[in-house]
């Protein structure tokens, strides 16, 4: 008996966005400073807005029973 055999990868890409940005977290973020770049993000949290899975896959191959 035989059958076929496939690797399949799947990639999911996720979109995340912070809700609206104080006067101060902009003005950290543009500092181009680490640190307080780091600041910002710990004072904010991501939400998903869109994901996109890919997929790709190698032709299937034959697998014959010995």
């Given at each position: 008996m035989?059958?076929?055999?496939?690797?399949?990868?799947?990639?999911?890409?996720?979109?995340?966005?912070?809700?609206?940005l104080?006067?101060?977290?902009?003005?950290?973020?543009?500092?181009?400073?680490?640190?307080?770049?780091?600041?910002?993000?710990?004072e904010?949290?991501?939400?998903?807005?869109?994901?996109?899975?890919?997929?790709?896959?190698?032709?299937?191959?034959?697998?014959?029973?010995?």
């Amino acid at each position: 008996m035989a059958k076929l055999k496939k690797i399949v990868t799947y990639t999911d890409y996720r979109f995340e966005e912070t809700g609206e940005l104080t006067p101060e977290q902009i003005k950290k973020w543009k500092s181009g400073n680490e640190d307080l770049q780091d600041e910002v993000l710990d004072e904010v949290e991501f939400e998903l807005v869109r994901d996109k899975v890919n997929e790709d896959h190698d032709w299937p191959e034959l697998v014959e029973d010995e």
